[in-house]
C-alpha cells in the first residue's frame, strides 16, 4: 500500500484509477496482497524483519508500526534505501542466520 499510494505516485493512481477502477477498487485490490489486511498465521517469533533505513516508498516508522501491532521483534534495519539494501551482504547473512535458528528450532 505504501507504493501506489505514496504521493509519488499520484500521476500513476490518476491514470489507472481514470482507466481501469476507482480509488475504492483500488485499495480494496491493494488490500487483498496487503500483509497489514489480513491476520498471520505465523507466530511472530517465526518472523524476521529486513528494512531499509533511507526507504522513501515504505520508511522505516510505518514498518516499526507495523511490526509493534503484530508482536515482531525481530527487526533489523539497515543504512540503505529501497534499492540498495539488497546489495548489502550483511541482510543475507542475517537472513541465513535466521533461517538457520528456525530449522534448529524445528529440531527439537
Known amino acids: 500500500n505504501t507504493v501506489i499510494f ?6 500513476v493512481r490518476k491514470k489507472l484509477t481514470n482507466t481501469y477502477c476507482d480509488e475504492r477498487t ?3 485490490a491493494y488490500g487483498l ?5 489480513y491476520n498471520m498465521n ?3 517469533e517465526r518472523i524476521m524483519i529486513l528494512c531499509a533505513e533511507y526507504d522513501q516508498l515504505t520508511p522505516p516508522e ?10 515482531i521483534n525481530n527487526i533489523i534495519t539497515y543504512p540503505e534505501s529501497h534499492t540498495t539494501i ?13 533461517l538457520h535458528e ?7
Open 6 to 11: 505514496n504521493p509519488a505516485f499520484t500521476e
Open 26 to 28: 483500488l485499495r480494496e
Open 33 to 37: 496482497s496487503s500483509p497489514v489486511s
Open 42 to 44: 505465523v507466530p511472530p
Open 62 to 71: 510505518i514498518i516499526v508500526n507495523y511490526a509493534k501491532k503484530r508482536d
Open 86 to 98: 539488497l546489495l548489502n551482504q550483511s541482510v543475507y547473512k542475517d537472513y541465513a542466520v535466521f
Open 102 to 108: 528456525m530449522s534448529s528450532e524445528n529440531n527439537l
